[in-house]
């Protein structure tokens, strides 16, 4: 099981940055697919969940309406797009596969968003 995150970065507030995450090595389309983000001295945090073939979404209320989660199962590939980017939205975020009974992570990006 391999994930190559990608698309982190240093950005300004309200900027924008695309995650992506590229999985390989199970079948993604049986996944529920997560993106999780934890911030220095914080408990990791739940950020976006999409299920299996991308029709339902959900949100922690911190990000409705400025982050979406959206996937590519013929691109084994989880993306999310950050919008109006604040400074409490700095951490490392992780994918997330859940296939109820195995559960992979990614290693984790760091998005920082600074003034």
């Known amino acids: 099981v391999q994930f190559v995150e990608s698309g982190g970065g240093l950005v300004q507030p309200g900027g924008s940055l695309r995650l992506s995450c590229a999985a390989s090595g199970f079948a993604f389309s049986g996944y529920y697919m997560r993106w999780y983000r934890q911030a220095p001295g914080k408990e990791r945090e739940l950020v976006a969940g999409?299920?299996?073939?991308?029709?339902?979404?959900n949100y922690a209320d911190s990000v409705k309406g400025r982050f979406t989660i959206s996937r590519d199962n013929a691109k084994n590939t989880v993306y999310l797009q950050m919008n109006s980017l604040k400074p409490e939205d700095t951490a490392v975020y992780y994918c997330?596969?859940?296939?109820?009974?195995?559960?992979?992570w990614g290693q984790g990006i760091q998005v920082t968003v600074f003034s």
């Open positions: 997330n596969a859940d296939g109820w009974t195995t559960d992979y």
């Open positions: 999409i299920t299996r073939a991308g029709g339902n979404t």
